[in-house]
């Protein structure tokens, strides 16, 4: 008897410690996410961007940036290299083709991957800051992030 009680209470002993470990464990977890940034040009030629994108939290890190899907914009963007180690980045391109070799209407220009530390959901703002179409112009756009399902 003395034996079962001794067991129980250094079980009990050892419980507290080990669920403190678990969620030590599950606030310092990292995991990673893409977000991919949109910009809609409504029925003009896109040839120039700038945009802010942003989390709403400082558990999230940027740590890459990649171009893209049409083929104008599948390099990465132009960015401050220093500032992806925080959770806000300005990004910009240009593309000096003819209209016809450019998008138009709602095309993904970049897609930027993070680094989410602890048990958080983040939110994320992209605002434009200009965009043009071909000989400078400027013209109204709308830019939009989507989260990027991880089991794709």
Known sequence: MKKLILT???????AGPLAAQRAKDSASAVRFQ??????????????????????????????????GEH???KEAPYYDPRAIQREQVVIAAF????????????????TVHLQISGDVEPGFIARLKTAATVQGEKVAADVTTQERNTND
């Open 71 to 73: 083929p104008a914009y």
């Open 95 to 110: 593309n000096t083709a003819p209209a016809d070799n450019l998008p138009t209407g709602r095309t993904r220009i970049a």
């Open 34 to 67: 893409a977000v991919d940034i949109y910009v809609d040009s409504m029925n003009q030629p896109l040839a120039a961007y700038q945009i802010e994108f942003a989390a709403n939290t400082e558990a999230v890190k940027i740590v890459g940036i990649e171009g």
């Open 8 to 14: 129980l209470v250094t079980g009990l002993l050892l």
